[in-house]
């Protein structure tokens, strides 16, 4: 244990209740009031991913967090991210890069190791920041890993934290829920949680205010705030989707229609985002052909077990029906592993995302992806060159997170500068109806992506909106939202107590 200077840790009852919500809404309260504040998670369960600029992967949690504080992100916080690639097995990535791929039971078997990796991470973040605000969990209390929880008691114990404990009330039985976890836990464990927050809270205040009574009483906990149902609250979220549909909000234009399809194993569904709050884009989630309708286009996102995805999604009939509708006039986007769908063939001889070794694309490019060992992570910046899409000189960024290397022969049209390990960044058909990249993230750039939508509106004959989306300024304006509105609901002139003692 070491002498804190400064370090706030959100736990919560359970998955899902709002602790990365609120870590972000605390780093973001805590910027604005001038400090410096950095976001930290030991161990992260998560399929949407970041690459800082060092090349490191992260959980994409942890890289809002650090937006949310005006920092870069950074390995340091977040030094352990599982991603799940299958139901019992997950890829390791150590303070940025892949390690191995592992069952639980092998990865609780270098419990030691890997707290060394979280005990160094935090000592170098402490070092470079006057307050860090820490996240759990799930819950400190599951008692069947106790022993090997690295993210929750332990990582308080190291950062020698005050713990905030974190309840959903919108899910029913939230004073059982936190009372339960008290109960779970030991004397000492107790002592380091300083009170609760009750989340998603709807209706009279009046009612609940008795509860929050007992509740002191039966716990000797302080309810430090009872944060209200927040509505139209963007923030990216850890490992899911968040909305299944985002329906356009502009008036007096026809609104582009996007279909996203989804995967059992999507990934960094967080490339959407721009385009599910942009109010001329109505864009929707969707899983079986009779979703799909007629859309303007059609967006193959990632995923992190291409093939078997791929097969899924023929088995549920999508392919023919992506086909039929492209046929038809409709756009498509693939990215990362849904750019790897649209070629020719998939191949993994070595087992190395799961069972299935081949599977046929989708074969709109001519080109073959074959999984290799080595993982690609790195930020990429480059220009956009003549085409059928794009003026040049447009500029790109994003980030490339994938193991498959991918083979061109012909028949495609390059949209971006340069090349990567012998493929091309982006690509699209010379008419412009078929789009592929590699890059996560491209679409946060306004410019970039304004372009790509006007083209996609011209292709479906789509009036263009006056005013176009400013998705940067949108982010700010949410961030700040984010903090005023949450830490508006705490007492935080008692959390900042906590904090300073």
């Known amino acids: 244990m070491m002498n804190s ?21 605390l780093c973001r309260h805590f910027y604005n009031k001038g400090h410096k504040v950095a976001p930290f998670k030991a161990q992260n369960m998560a399929n949407n991913a970041f690459v800082t600029k060092e090349g490191g992967e992260i959980g994409r949690a942890q890289a809002f967090q650090a937006e949310a504080s005006g920092v870069e992100p950074h390995v340091t916080m977040n030094p352990i991210l599982l991603k799940p690639c299958s139901d019992n097995s997950s890829q390791v990535i150590i303070m940025g890069k892949l390690k191995t791929t592992s069952n639980a039971k092998d990865y609780y078997d270098q419990f030691d190791e890997h707290l060394s990796c979280v005990t160094n991470a935090f000592t170098r973040l402490h070092k470079q920041y006057d307050l860090i605000i820490m996240e759990g969990a799930g819950s400190p209390a599951e008692i069947n890993l106790k022993s090997v929880d690295l993210v929750n ?29 008290l109960d779970l836990l030991t004397q000492i464990e107790r002592d380091r949680i300083k009170g609760v927050i009750i989340n998603k809270f709807r209706g009279d205040i009046d009612i609940l205010l008795p509860g929050l009574k007992q509740f002191e009483d039966l716990t000797g906990k302080p309810v430090l705030g009872v944060i209200p149902y927040i509505k139209n609250l963007t923030v990216d979220e850890e490992d899911s989707i968040p909305e299944w549909q985002y329906p356009a909000t502009t008036k007096n234009i026809q609104p582009l229609d996007a279909a996203v399809i989804w995967y059992p194993r999507i990934a960094n569904c967080t490339d959407m985002s721009p ?10 989630y969707v899983s079986y052909p009779s979703q799909l309708g007629n859309p303007d286009m059609i967006i193959l996102p990632g995923t992190k077990n291409t093939l078997a995805d791929l097969a899924d999604l023929k088995d549920r009939g999508l392919d023919k029906t992506i086909l039929e509708l492209h046929e038809q006039g409709t756009v498509l986007l693939g990215i990362c592993g849904g750019f790897q769908m ?11 995302e799961g069972s299935i070794t081949h599977e ?5 490019f001519d080109k073959e992806t074959t999984w290799q060992k080595e993982k690609i992570t790195r930020q990429v910046e480059s220009h956009t060159i003549s085409g059928p899409l794009f003026k040049p000189g447009v500029k790109v960024e994003g980030y490339e997170i994938h193991m498959g290397l991918t083979k061109f022969n012909n028949g495609f049209v390059p949209m971006f500068e340069g090349e990567k390990d012998g493929y091309p960044l982006g690509v699209t058909d010379k008419d412009g109806t078929i789009i592929g990249t590699y890059l996560h993230g491209f679409l946060d750039n306004d410019i970039f992506r304004n372009l790509l939508l006007r083209h996609v ?8 909106p006056e005013k176009v989306f400013d998705y940067k300024f949108f982010r700010k304006q949410q961030l700040d939202q984010l903090g005023q509105q949450i830490c508006r609901a705490l007492d935080m002139n008692q959390i900042e107590t906590f904090i300073n003692n």
């Open 275 to 284: 385009l599910a709050h942009d109010p001329a884009v109505s864009m929707r």
């Open 153 to 181: 008691i332990k990582a308080a114990e190291i950062a020698n934290a005050s713990v905030l404990l974190v309840g959903d009330i919108d899910k029913g039985g939230v004073f059982a829920w936190l009372k339960g976890t």
């Open 457 to 464: 509106r011209q292709k479906r004959n789509l009036s263009h």
């Open 360 to 364: 046929e694309g989708l074969n709109l």
């Open 342 to 352: 649209l070629g020719k063939t998939l191949q993994d001889p070595d087992h190395i």
């Open 5 to 25: 200077k400064n370090a706030l840790m959100i736990q919560g009852t359970g998955s899902g209740v709002g602790k990365s919500i609120i870590t972000a809404a």
